[in-house]
């Protein structure tokens, strides 16, 4: 453990604040690199309390990544870019900080959790249908199994259900 307050701690700390305020104000406009550097921002916000900061970047990505879910995803669950990689790609980020959200005690709307459910739907019926064969590659969509089993999100019965599928297989 090192001080964070003088020395090297200080100066990785005052550079991860620089770059984090650098890339709030320069974001991407949409989808993917997008989502990605929300979720940085908010890892940051939630890991750096003491950051001046801090409140406002949390509030900020947690709206910013709400918008994206809604935008990114269809109703019907399926990604707006029609690419099946993209999909399980988006959705394993916004897993990740649905994960960082509820572990703590924070979380994204009811609408988000709605469409997250259809999209880890649609991704289950994708890993059934793309990636069955000797040769399909399931390193596509990771995702915390444990973790879907465990939280409220959406369709329960849904994430439970996708969840043992995929861990299943067909």
């Given at each position: 453990q090192f001080d964070l307050q003088e020395g090297f701690g200080a100066k990785l700390t005052a550079s991860v604040m620089k770059q984090t305020a650098w890339l709030a104000d320069n974001l991407h406009t949409s989808r993917n690199h997008r989502t990605l550097e929300l979720y940085d921002i908010l890892l940051v916000a939630i890991g750096f309390p003491h950051f001046p900061p801090s409140a406002a970047w949390e509030r900020f990505?947690?709206?910013?990544?709400?918008?994206n879910i809604l935008s990114d995803f269809r109703p019907d669950g399926g990604h707006c870019e029609q690419s099946t990689h993209y999909h399980c790609i988006v959705l394993n980020n916004f897993i990740l900080a649905l994960r960082l959200l509820q572990e703590n005690d924070r979380d994204f709307s009811d609408a988000a959790h709605e469409r997250l459910a259809a999209a880890l739907?649609?991704?289950?019926?994708i890993d059934r249908l793309l990636f069955a064969g000797p040769f399909g590659d399931r390193r596509v969509f990771r995702v915390d199994l444990d973790f879907l089993r465990s939280t409220q999100v959406g369709e329960?019965?849904?994430f439970k259900l996708n969840a043992q599928i995929l861990e299943d297989g067909f």
């Open positions: 990505a947690i709206a910013a990544l709400n918008d739907n649609f991704a289950s019926a329960l019965d849904i």
